[in-house]
Nanobody, 118 residues
Framework: QVQLVESGGGLVQPGGSLRLSCAASGSIFIFNPMGWYRQAPGKERELVATITGGGTTAYADSVKGRFTISRDNVKNTVSLQMNSLKPEDTAVYYC????????????WGKGTLVTVSS
């Protein structure tokens, strides 16, 4: 059983910064990519950023240069540093573990709300 618990969401003004963190417990392996997705009101869930156990990262075009994903393989945590936030970044952000290789599924956290507004 894998549990993902996100923290760090909240209200921030445009141009501000937030750091999201996700603590994973259970059968998480270094070969499982971890990442962040988001879902804005009325929109589909979309990929924000992913990171492999070896540290290879990928970002949505909309967040490149503003967001940075990082991972601690010992503590089984993944973080998302978000800078220069824009109102369009407002969404519920979900932590993800891609466990298709070993478990056949993705694991998801419950989500944390990020609101960017003045």
């Amino acid at each position: 059983q894998v549990q993902l618990v996100e923290s760090g969401g909240g209200l921030v003004q445009p141009g501000g910064s937030l750091r999201l963190s996700c603590a994973a417990s259970g059968s998480i392996f270094i070969f499982n990519p971890m990442g962040w997705y988001r879902q804005a009101p009325g929109k589909e869930r979309e990929l924000v950023a992913t990171i492999t156990g070896g540290g290879t990262t990928a970002y949505a075009d909309s967040v490149k240069g503003r967001f940075t994903i990082s991972r601690d393989n010992v503590k089984n945590t993944v973080s998302l540093q978000m800078n220069s936030l824009k109102p369009e970044d407002t969404a519920v952000y979900y932590c993800n573990v891609d466990a298709r290789l070993n478990a056949g599924i993705h694991y998801w956290g419950k989500g944390t709300l990020v609101t960017v507004s003045s």
